[in-house]
Each structure stands twice: as C-alpha cells, then as structure tokens.
C-alpha cells in the first residue's frame, strides 16, 4: 500500500524559533544541552516564554548519547513539574531524550496508577542530520551493559518542529559535514527500502539534490544561512521520508560499528556508503542510477549511473574532509578485525536491516565491514 503519514506540523524559516506563538502552553519543560544554555540560543527561547507570559523550567543535563540515567532524571522532572509542552532545543541527542522522557512518563504514570496526560512536544533541532523532529524513534543508551536501546512510538513523534537556519551557525563544520552525510545516508537508504513508495521517492530525490548542493557550502562557511536553511530542510524532509519507509544494511552496520568503536554516527554511515551501494546494486541499479541522472552524473546505462554515484559520494566525502578508513580513527586494525564476526553478527538482528533492497549473508556483512578497514 502506498502512502506517507505526517504527525508534525513543520514550521520553517529565520528567526522562527523566536517568532512562534507558544501561548497555547501555560507549562513548558526546556530541554536542552549546557552548551545551548551557555552560548545563549536557550535565551532565544525563554524570552519569548517571557513575553507570553509562559511558566518554563529548564532541564540542561542532555549530553552526547543520551544515557537512560539523564532520562530516568527527565522523568522526575517531568512527574514533578507536569508541562503542557516540552521544547527540545539541540541536536539528535537532546530531541532524543525530550521523546524518552514522554516514553518512559507514560510507563512511570502506569505503575503509579496516574491518568498520563502526554504534553505537546515541539522540536527545535540545532544540527540539521538526524530528522529526529519528525519521526517516531530515539535512541538511548544503557551506559552499564553497553548497549543501545532504540525507543519506537507513535507517542514521541513530534507535534511540532521549527526549523530555524539561524540557531544552526553555531554547529561546528566538523559536525555539519558528519551530520550532512547522515541526510544522505537517510535518503540513500530511504529510496531503495523495501517500503519506499512514491512518496517518499520524491521527497528522496529532493533531498539527493539539496545536499549535494549544500552540504560543500555549509561546511566551508558556517554563516551561509541560505545554505544553512536548505539543509536544515533536506534534513527534516529526509526524516520524514525515512520514517515512512525504514532505513536498510548502512544504518544497521553503522549502529553496531559506532556502538563497538568511538565512530560519531554520520562518519560510520560515510565509511560504508559505498560498499552498501555495491551490495544493493544487486536489485536497485536501476535506482541508484536515477539518482545519478537527477544529479546530473554520467547514466547512460544502470551500471554506469552507479559508478558515477559512487565517484560523486566519494568526491563529497573527501571534500568535507570524512575519514575513508576504519583506521584513520586512531582504530588498531587488530583489534577491529577480532571484532568483525561479532559485529556482523549483531547488524545481521539491527532493526534497520529488515527493510534493507538485499538481504545479506553474514559473510557479506563480514566482508563489508573488512572493506573499510
Ligand atoms: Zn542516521
């Protein structure tokens, strides 16, 4: 069946963040990161709150891969303080948490025999890569048994995002070029997933174009805000495509590989880009290539499409500076390769892979992961 659901409404443009109309909230929870809180983009937010007279507490504890004890603190803060809204202002991690505090809220309100009123969750994302402003999934982090625990709910989609270029100018190139690559990646997987549609098609096909475009421009200059909007938006959209059609091998090889080595997300996704494309062509030549036309690469034939994607997402890759091997992250290649059965053992059970265009052996995944030492 073909179709495309979309629970956001999606609010987009400069200074929008500060601009909108909060006063239908008369509670709201701030979460955020102390760095968003130190450089003064939460300020943008709470004087706005100010000015419509809007009660807010901040919780600013959010750190890099949200652990389950920063959310279980959540939790009691949401139980104590009962928001009408939260407003999550960060990147990936902290939309993340904010939709782990609704998630576990609800189950803490369970056991306590109380009525759980969700409150409206709006989304302000600062790095435009996760899409995590409109979709139903969040990844936390069990910290003891070193494990990842991806949360799937239609309870934590956003009610809300808003897209504002201007509190994405603080994001480091070295973070823009690693979350750029994640769009991709996103759109990438999107369009060939076994549950990829014409909807969400096209919105991939958009995407393909916008980063391709952009990501070069906002990686070399941090304050092209025309730029730093469009991938703002190719990031939301890329989101709401993926979230409709499931992701596939890239997504499920990089889980493991980051959660097994100090690998930042959006630079695993990178690392194995190809060899996934290489795989996948196996039965999506033909989509890879269209990609490769839209972009304006060489396609006469599907084979050739396929290279020249391939050479154009080497080109981006090597422009905005990402690593082409496992080792280049300090990785000894010993120790990598003991991982490597285990690790393909693991992405062979991630979630990711079950809409995957291929469905892999483990040797293959074994092989893959050997590629990119
Ligand atoms: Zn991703």
Known sequence: MNGLTLTTKIVSGENSSYNYDYSSYSRVLIVTDQVMNKIGLCDIITSRLNEQRIKYTIFDEVEANPSFETVTKGVAELVEFNPDAIIALGGGSVIDAAKGFIFYGKEVHKELNKTFVKPALVAIPTTSGAGSEVTAYAVITDTKNHIKIPLVSDDIIPDIAILDPLLT??????????????????????????????????????????????????????????????????????????????????????HILGGKFPIPHGRANALLMPQIIKLNKRNSADKYAKIAALLGFPSSTDEEGVISLLVGVEYLCNTIQLERSVTEFGISKEDYLAAIPEMAKAASVDPCINTNPVKPTIQEIEEIYKAIL
């Not at 994001?171 to 997987?189: F, K, N, Q």
């Not at 096909?205 to 906002?218: R, S």
């Open 169 to 254: 100018k603080s994001c480091p190139s070295r973070v823009s070029a690693e979350s750029g690559i994640d769009v991709l990646t996103h759109v990438l997987e999107s369009y060939v997933a076994t549950d990829s549609n014409t909807f969400t098609e096209a919105l991939s096909e958009k995407v393909c174009k916008m980063v391709f475009q952009e990501l070069i421009n906002v990686v070399k200059d941090g304050n092209n805000i025309k730029s730093r909007m469009i991938m703002h938006e190719a990031s939301c959209l890329a989101g709401v495509a993926f979230t409709n059609s499931g992701l596939g091998l890239n997504h499920a090889m990089s």
